[in-house]
């Protein structure tokens, strides 16, 4: 009766071992694990980001014919780019890595989104301007006062373009085209002769400015030749990370935020002095901006009305099942340091591919129509 | 079930008899008392504002409550579960051999039971006891978070429930081994030597591609196969404590495979106990 009683435990021991192992094996799964997102925000200055900005130290600058022996020591090379970029207190200036951000992730979205009609208009406007923006376009700069695009402009056909505009050089290798009298429809159906609203303005086949008069867009091509004011420019170079970066104006930030949250827009307006914006978008689309201001008190209350702002927003998303929003909104966080704080925001690349697909599908046939025989 | 019962009281009485356990129950509760008197955390609008430990800024971060909290929650999960196991190996790793010492063993047999009572009620004992301090250390975290923060979670009690269930293995095996051998000593090992086969277990795919093709993998497959994945469970409590998604396939069948792994080496040890002379 005991050796019957041992064998059953025995066999239901065996039993057991191998239905555990058999739960444990399935429960688990062999698959490795998913990845859990990972955001590389754009903090500081990276190592291929110094090599560039040293690469584009091309621009040598001539020294004054009246320069004293102080000025005898060669100027160190600059970019010409951040040269032309707006100074002083206020003035606000956002760089597009146009030519990194084209090779994103992001970038081949938004190319794809262009390229929707299979290039036709890019094709045309590559014919009709000898400039391939995908290509030839290094930065755009987007300033207060128009644009500065950089990048190699040698085939450009920068004549025929602006024949109808008044044009004269401007310092060595400075074109500058400004607005001509041009032919316009009235609304009667008549023409007249009425005048151009933009100035453009080229420099040495590397920087095409486009401006909102004229003096606006000479300040630029000054500042280039290292004409203008001493003041440093709004971006310094150990600012330039990321694939968008730049100064934004507070007001702009505010007028942004003012829609959903007057509140906070207000207080922005009140606290911060300037804010600093840089975006990485190598893989998803990760942005820091820096917010700066004299009162240290409020500026650490402003960061924890954003915080708050953003832990609603991310509670508001999980309760409405929006997954992808509230996945985003984990990373996103305040980080006071004295009188500046940097507020750090994510965007999943796939909530991005999810909002442009209907640029991918728009540039495909139709499926029926591919099966047809 | 009375005599299960019986029994598991015993083991509950001798251990809140021993001075290391209720240290140990103090000590919890000084750890909970201090935390909940130093800390001081700000929160506005569900945002972690400020932390504050002993009056020293320690997070200068603003972030959601929940996802401030997620390091700590985690944290906190696997020092339940890896540190609870280690402290129940060493504790509970005289209980058995000292109820089946000469003298005592002779008296339970005495008694109107049957041999497979004493064994289960000492499970069943150290189980509780180890369920009481798993209970009592998450849920008085779980409650000092929730009532400084506003964000209540069941996450913590949870991990804490799933090392209970990862100790219930890893103690049956100790049982089996005292009956084997009337060793504290190697009941401990014999505990250790499972934890440490259970985390191993848990990453028996990636550490498999180690191993050449052959016999030496097939081995390494087959006994890992068999363990409980302590590491697995341990992942997934902390998982759980975070609110995270969880990396395995199917908690309830990897749960339920570790407390049937732990139910068969308990049916090994009843087999050996039933056929013991005393």
């Not at chain 1, 990194?100 to 406007?125: N, Q, T, W, Y």
């Not at chain 1, 085209?177 to 453009?200: A, F, K, N």
């Not at chain 1, 030749?225 to 003041?231: L, P, V």
């Amino acid at each position: 009766m005991k050796r019957r009683r041992g064998g059953i435990w025995l066999a239901l021991a065996v039993v057991l071992l191998a239905v555990g192992a058999w739960l444990m094996f399935t429960g688990q799964g062999d698959e490795p694990p998913p990845q859990a997102p990972k955001v590389d925000f754009p903090r500081r200055m990276r190592q291929e980001e110094w090599k560039r900005a040293e690469r584009r130290r091309t621009q040598v600058l001539a020294l004054a014919p009246d320069a004293g022996p102080t000025e005898a020591t060669p100027r160190r090379p600059r970019d010409p780019v951040l040269a032309a970029l707006p100074r002083g207190k206020g003035k606000s200036a956002v760089v597009i890595e146009a030519n990194a951000l084209r090779h994103s992730p992001i970038g081949e979205l938004l190319v794809d989104c262009l390229m929707r009609d299979g290039g036709k208009r890019m094709d045309a406007f590559r014919q009709f301007s000898g400039v391939d923006p995908l290509q030839d376009l290094d930065r755009l700069v987007i300033t207060d006062d128009g644009l500065i695009l950089s990048g190699n402009f040698g085939n450009a056909r920068f004549k025929e373009l602006f024949k109808e505009r008044v044009s004269s050089d401007y310092g060595p290798g400075a074109r500058v085209y400004e607005p001509g009298s041009i032919v316009v429809t009235l609304p009667d159906g008549g023409t007249g002769r009425g005048q151009g609203d933009e100035t453009v303005a080229t420099w040495n086949d590397q920087l095409l400015v486009v401006g909102d008069t004229p003096g606006a867009v000479k300040d630029v091509l000054d500042r280039v030749e290292g004409r203008g004011s001493d003041e440093p420019p709004v971006i310094s170079e150990g600012s330039t990370y990321g694939e968008m970066y730049g100064v934004v104006s507070v007001e702009q930030l505010a007028r942004m935020l003012g829609r959903d949250q007057p509140e906070l827009a207000d207080q922005l307006r009140e606290v911060a002095d300037s804010v600093e914006l840089h975006l990485d978008a190598r893989s998803d689309v990760a942005m820091v901006a820096e917010i700066r201001g004299s009162d240290e008190a409020k500026v650490t209350d402003l960061g924890k009305s954003l915080g708050a702002a953003l832990s609603v927003a991310r509670l508001k998303a999980q309760a409405d099942g929006n997954k992808d929003l509230a996945q985003l909104l984990d990373f996103a966080q305040v980080q006071p340091d004295g009188s500046e704080f940097k507020l750090e925001l994510a965007v999943p690349i796939d909530a991005i591919r999810e909002r442009l697909a209907f640029c991918r599908d728009a540039g495909q046939p139709p499926r029926e129509a591919g099966m047809q025989p | 079930m009375r005599p299960l019962f019986g029994i598991a009281g015993y083991v509950l009485r001798e251990a809140a008899s021993r001075k290391f356990i209720l240290a140990f129950m103090v000590g919890i509760t000084l750890l909970l008392l201090v935390l909940s008197l130093s800390l001081k955390l700000e929160v506005l609008d569900g945002a972690l504002a400020a932390t504050r430990l002993f009056g020293n800024a320690l997070n200068h971060r603003i972030v959601a409550v929940d996802v401030a909290l997620r390091p700590l929650y985690m944290a906190c999960a696997y020092v339940v579960f890896y540190g609870g196991i280690l402290f129940g190996i060493v504790a509970c790793s005289d209980f058995a051999p000292s109820l089946m010492s000469p003298g005592r063993i002779e008296h339970l047999l005495a008694l109107p039971l049957q041999r497979w009572h004493i064994l289960g009620g000492t499970f069943l004992g150290v189980m509780t006891l180890a369920l009481c301090g798993a209970i009592y250390g998450s849920g008085g975290l779980l409650l000092i978070f929730g009532v400084k923060t506003g964000y209540w979670t069941l996450g913590p009690l949870i991990a804490a429930l799933l090392a209970c269930a990862s100790f219930a293995a890893v103690y049956a095996v100790m049982l089996t081994t005292a009956t084997l051998v009337r060793s504290a000593a190697l009941c401990a090992a014999s505990g250790f030597l499972l934890l440490v086969g259970g985390i191993i277990a848990g990453y028996r795919t990636p550490i498999s591609r180690v191993f050449e093709e052959g016999l030496g993998r097939r081995l390494f497959e087959g006994v890992t196969l068999l363990l409980p994945r302590l590491s697995s469970l341990a992942n997934a409590s902390a998982e759980l404590a975070a609110s995270q998604p969880l990396e395995v396939k199917s908690l309830e069948m990897l749960l339920a495979g570790v407390l049937v792994f732990g139910l068969g080496a308990l049916a090994v040890g009843f087999w050996r106990f039933e056929g013991k002379d005393y």
